[in-house]
């Protein structure tokens, strides 16, 4: 059937938590695009015998793998060598591509105002222009280049792409990666694979199991994963198009047992299904915030086109802030308490009329900045939404940590926005595909 | 020599990219403190198959092997079947752990409004009171007990440790699953295992290889990895409590070739830094930001404690809110633009003006907001830091997508403030441990 892939990600910053990952999710969803099951990310330290282990792994049951990191000049960069190694080709210093990178490299040093000769660092060029025999060169996106390394003649396994760490560089190279000869004829047609995806707010994941448990025998042909995410319920479907009906029948079970929590079946997020709303009505939108210290703005100003309905939002943690920036009047701190409902209801009100935006969010609570710390007591959080038509409040308690109540906080605060712009999805509405 | 442990996270949604894990790098430091190394971590999605030859492929070379994920309610959470079967033990149902489960999620259920009776959700409470004959069962934080499970009498291999996905679930589980007697046997007198991180600003990392390469003799038990992260270079080293001198010549080195680029060699982040010399003062700081949008303000915002020196920030993006809500004048904004150094300086000064604060910040740029497509333009981006002491200024142009420019602003923004508050660090300093 279908073409299966495995990544390996390199890298002990990567395995020991200093950095996260996310060439692996990148990955992932080109591969899928394009049609290709991808069925394990194997993250491994920059070591050989784990890495040689890793490739080993992944050459079972994969069609194609595909690594990332170890490209650099440092001596801990050793991928290339080890995927040379592993399918069993020599090693050959490539001539012209280390002239390329040396120039790479000297542009480089000059913009960061080096300090060092380029002779102090040819020995790292020199490593980077060792070229497994037979391989398919990527040109440097960075410094370092790719590859596509077949194996050798005589063996069996699959090909191996061999990416650079740098999420921007590999992203650069990926294009060429998939021309490559090697790859280009593994996916030549490669039959689609579908992805469709539903969202619920509001709704415990233990009940909509009961639900899919239900209609289970209806379901054949697709592969259902679900997943709760800071208060948000995804149903994650991947089918190939002769299952559309059976999408179809889990889409209707999942609107008829929750017709009110259910307010995504087209992939959209909450986040685009406001700023939907916002531009269809010609309204601009300010926050101010004291519980989520900037983030809930960042979340917001962060989408693309977000000028079109973004004014701005205001960060605002002492009382002084809250009056003087905000425009709470001290009274209102004075009869209900820097965070209350009042005061999150005069911060939505200030945020429009400071920024003179038509919508205006307040969340008021304690932020991280308190030096409050997780599990020494519950934090109250209310957020306001104040919009031309109407207002809508909410308020809970959590005892989560600073970090993780910004993660909840942002989507309640989004989602007040959502019911107050949107009305409910039509029974009748189609089924999308993402 | 030491312990090794691998770790396997499971889910599609993490295999897929929809989620990002935060648990294998959670584990892999907690592991570290422990002195025990982590070889692999591998992602698989909610596959039997693949979880079964994770397994085996992870029980190799291991003494300890770790799964998150996979213990929910639903069908394709099927973690603790599988171990119980790569384990060689049958599966036994606990009807007192069916009882702890079912009031959890009887209460849980209330909390959110649930509209479905205790009956619906039975089935998925009695599949996850299906433990292994055996195995240790650690209490749920959320609904999911957790697991220790050796191998059966009579086979080879390590304990399986099955931990929730949820990371505050599985983080409130972990010292139970230390505790468990299969686990606690294994760490009893394992040797320390330590880390040390220097950090430098402004170095391309080929410079460092050169240095790293050079001295490369004299750092025998040091297990070093470099890793560039939004223009920070972090230099990581491991290595056991008898490697205490190679690590010291590793600090000197580095330090004698760059000591106007290293800002940290105690494990300090340029945040923390920031922080210490606020209050050191008796500073406080505040933010205007266009190019950004609130992400500075949240990542200054984030740390526990801030509120002691971070007054707020604003988020500005159009020219009215430029001059209405930051102070910046018309008139500069007319002569040398919404997006200038200028303007910069007039955010920073804002700032500091709006929020009665010693220290202003400002950052001026295009925001993804206004639409601009990545690779499309180069944008150019103005820094500038006032503090009671002085200014300090910096502008530079990039072609990197929003979310990116974003990763490289606010980095850029601390550290100019970092070097117009620190003086560099001594070159007699110890050398500290992380």
Chains 1, 2 share one sequence.
């Not at 280390?98 to 960061?112: K, N």
């Not at 398919?136 to 590859?147: C, I, K, Q, R, Y």
């Not at 989602?415 to 039509?426: N, V, Y």
Request: charged residues 20%; aromatic residues 4%.
């Amino acid at each position: 059937m279908g073409v299966r892939a495995g990544i390996i990600v390199t890298g002990t910053e990567v395995l020991t938590g200093r950095v996260s990952d996310r060439n692996g999710p990148w990955l992932a969803e080109q591969l899928r695009q394009l049609g290709v099951d991808v069925g394990q990310i194997v993250v491994v330290g920059d070591r050989p015998d784990d890495l040689l282990a890793a490739l080993a792994f992944l050459g079972h049951g994969n069609d194609l793998v595909i690594t990332s990191g170890g490209l650099g000049p440092t001596a801990d960069d050793l991928t290339a060598a080890i995927v040379a190694q592993a399918q069993g080709r020599p090693v050959r210093f490539d001539a012209d591509l280390e002239q390329r990178i040396a120039a790479i490299v000297e542009r480089l040093s000059a913009r960061l105002g080096g300090t060092r000769s380029a002779e102090a660092t040819a020995s790292g060029t020199r490593k980077q222009a060792m070229v497994p025999e037979g391989a398919t060169v990527l040109e440097p996106a960075g410094t370092a280049p790719g590859l596509v390394v077949a194996v050798a003649e005589g063996r069996i396994g699959p090909p191996v792409i061999v990416l650079p760490g740098p999420p921007w560089e590999l992203q650069q190279m990926w294009p060429a990666a998939v021309a490559a000869p090697d790859v280009a004829a593994l996916l030549a047609g490669v039959p689609e694979l579908r992805q469709h995806t539903l969202r619920l707010w509001g709704l415990p994941e233990s009940e909509l199991a009961a639900t899919l448990r239900r209609v289970e025998p209806d379901l054949t042909g697709l592969e259902i994963t679900t997943c709760l995410a800071a208060g948000e319920l995804e149903v994650v479907t991947r089918y190939a198009p002769d299952a559309q009906d059976a999408l179809q029948r889990l889409t209707d079970a999942v609107r008829t047992d929750f017709p009110t929590q259910l307010f995504s079946d087209d992939g959209s997020t909450v986040d685009e299904q406001i700023a939907a709303a916002l531009i269809a009505r010609g309204w601009h939108l300010a926050v101010a915030e004291s519980a989520t210290g900037g983030a809930l703005s960042a979340r917001l100003s962060g989408r693309d086109g977000s000028g079109a309905y973004l004014s701005g939002g205001l960060a605002v943690t002492t009382d002084d802030a809250l009056t003087s920036i905000a425009a709470v009047p001290w009274d209102t701190i004075a009869a209900a308490g820097p965070v209350s409902p009042a005061v999150a209801h005069a911060m939505a009100d200030g945020a429009r009329t400071r920024f003179g935006a038509d919508v205006g969010i307040g969340v008021s609570g304690i932020d991280a900045g308190s030096g409050a710390r997780p599990g020494t007591r519950t934090t109250s959080v209310h957020l306001c939404v104040i919009t031309p038509d109407g207002q809508r409040a909410r308020s809970f308690t959590t005892s989560a940590a600073p970090a993780t109540l910004r993660q909840l906080v942002a989507p309640a605060a989004l989602h007040l926005l959502r019911q107050l712009l949107s009305p409910l999805p039509a029974a009748g509405s189609s089924t999308g595909r993402t």
